[in-house]
């Protein structure tokens, strides 16, 4: 079946301007995560959904980014007034109740 | 907050030698340990995990051990091939992988010279 996707695969944006990125998870998925990845380096934890709601959102680095998921599904991330620091790979993955997450292919964001 | 150390950060070993990636963790409540393999350019993919009932898991040349007491766990590849030559990040959580964060390591960037 089809695996975890995201889009666009890549956006290049100017500084100060809003950006979207989508994650369309694995079907039957409840959880669903959002992970930064800057250039050489792990992954950092931004925001996990179960269901619709978000328990945990400590690693959203600012109050310029968000999250939100609707019908347990699709979720978008939103970052304002992005900053050149913003720069990433941003990865979605899901997962079932008790299985392993799986990763979309990211979207690589580059502000300047 | 939990947080995962790992090392080396870059390995490089001759076809056929064994590897070992090392990684400690801070918080004694973790309990799911996922190593990720990423190729360049590609996402991460699960090779390996284990969970905090278990000491030692193996699959073909991929082996991890976990030792509690200590807070460590190590990744293990035996008979390395030159396919093996990525990055592999190693990830903790504390909810069981399903239902919560990984915190991951930094990464180690893996050689594999033919």
């Known amino acids: 079946g089809a695996g975890v996707s995201q889009s666009p695969s890549n956006k290049v944006t100017e500084k100060g301007k809003d950006v979207e990125l989508r994650c369309d998870p694995i079907?039957?998925?409840?959880?669903l995560y959002w992970y930064r990845q800057s250039l050489g380096q792990g992954l950092e934890f931004l925001i996990y959904f179960q269901g619709n709601s978000a328990p945990d959102k400590s690693g959203l680095p600012s109050d310029r980014f968000s999250a939100e998921r609707t019908g347990g599904s699709v979720s978008t991330l939103t970052i304002q007034r992005t900053q050149q620091e913003d720069s990433a790979v941003y990865l979605c993955?899901?997962?079932?109740?008790?299985?392993?997450?799986?990763f979309g292919p990211g979207t690589r964001l580059t502000v300047l | 907050g939990e947080n995962v150390e790992q090392h080396p950060s870059t390995l490089s070993v001759q076809e056929g030698d064994s590897a070992v990636i090392k990684c400690t963790y801070s918080?004694?409540?973790?309990?799911?340990f996922p190593w990720y393999k990423q190729e360049l350019g590609k996402r991460p993919q699960l090779i390996i995990d284990?969970?905090?009932?278990?000491g030692e898991k193996k699959d073909q040349r991929i082996a991890v051990t976990l030792n509690k007491t200590a807070k460590h766990f190590s990744l293990h590849i035996t008979e390395t091939q030159p396919e093996d030559s990525a990055v592999y990040f190693c990830?903790?959580?504390?909810?069981?992988?399903?239902?919560?964060?990984?915190?991951f390591g930094k990464g180690t960037k893996l050689s594999v010279k033919p």
């Open positions: 993955a899901s997962s079932q109740l008790a299985g392993e997450q799986f």
């Open positions: 990830a903790a959580s504390l909810h069981g992988g399903s239902q919560g964060n990984l915190i």
């Open positions: 284990i969970r905090s009932n278990v």
């Open positions: 079907s039957g998925h409840t959880a």
């Open positions: 918080d004694s409540a973790s309990n799911y």
